[in-house]
């Protein structure tokens, strides 16, 4: 059941170019996303989000835009650097009946930025 | 700046045994998770805790597991009897908010079962 998809398993970009990476979900009630990035033997860091009423988040070279109708959001990265590269998860999360929220997470995207 | 720590690293146990994963969350979080990585596949929601109980579990979180917050820092998962499915990364997670709030991971246990 796989409820968030990233469909590109890995994307390469040059740096100082944009990188852009997709998420698709197909649960309505999500209400809230976010994309976190894992270097390897670390746990996700958070990035950035986006609440389900907004169509666009910016923080820095990192801007998050939703697209309701869709199901569809996406990460840009204006510009990249080499630093960047890493594996990067988009999840939503969804309030459950405890008024809780879980986390419900695709399976990655591997960022190549290259000098 | 605050960070969610965990501990041992690695672990690596036989089928049947018991392990506790250790986790102190960000000091002013009050809602706590424990996630899974297999390897090569996705992170899984295990359970959220609050208020010193279980908030939310998902399948995964069977009568094997149990969690705990012993003295008021710690958060520990336990997993009575291991199986070899159960080699993964664990990640704890804590956040500051109930809802559209972001959760902060450690850097995750990585459990072998042999």
């Known amino acids: 059941d796989q409820q968030v998809k990233q469909n590109s398993p890995s994307l390469s970009v040059q740096e100082g170019r944009i990188s852009i990476l997709n998420c698709d979900y197909t649960n309505s009630m999500f209400d809230y996303f976010l994309w976190y990035k894992k270097y390897p033997a670390e746990g996700p860091t958070f990035l950035i989000s986006i609440s389900s009423i907004k169509d666009k988040n910016e923080d820095g070279r990192f801007t998050v835009f939703l697209n309701k109708s869709a199901k569809h959001l996406s990460l840009h990265i204006v510009p990249s650097q080499p630093g960047d590269s890493a594996v990067y998860f988009c999840?939503?999360?969804?309030?459950?009946?405890?008024?809780?929220?879980?986390?419900?997470f695709g399976t990655g995207t591997r960022l190549l930025v290259s000098p | 700046e605050p960070e969610v720590t965990q501990t041992p690293s690695h672990q690596v146990t036989q089928m049947g045994q018991e392990v506790i994963l250790r986790c102190v969350p960000i000091s002013n979080h009050l809602y706590f998770y424990w996630y899974r990585q297999i390897l090569g596949q996705k992170v899984e929601f295990l359970v959220s805790?609050?208020?010193?109980?279980?908030?939310?579990k998902s399948e995964i979180f069977d009568d094997q597991f149990s969690v705990e917050r012993p003295d008021g820092s710690n958060f520990t998962l336990k997993i009575r009897s291991t199986k070899l499915e159960d080699s993964a990364m664990y990640f704890c997670?804590?956040?500051?908010?109930?809802?559209?709030?972001?959760?902060?991971f450690g850097q995750g246990t990585r459990l072998t079962v042999v």
């Open positions: 999840a939503a999360s969804v309030p459950v009946n405890t008024g809780f929220q879980k986390l419900v």
């Open positions: 997670a804590s956040s500051l908010g109930q809802v559209n709030t972001e959760a902060f």
């Open positions: 805790f609050y208020n010193n109980e279980i908030s939310e």
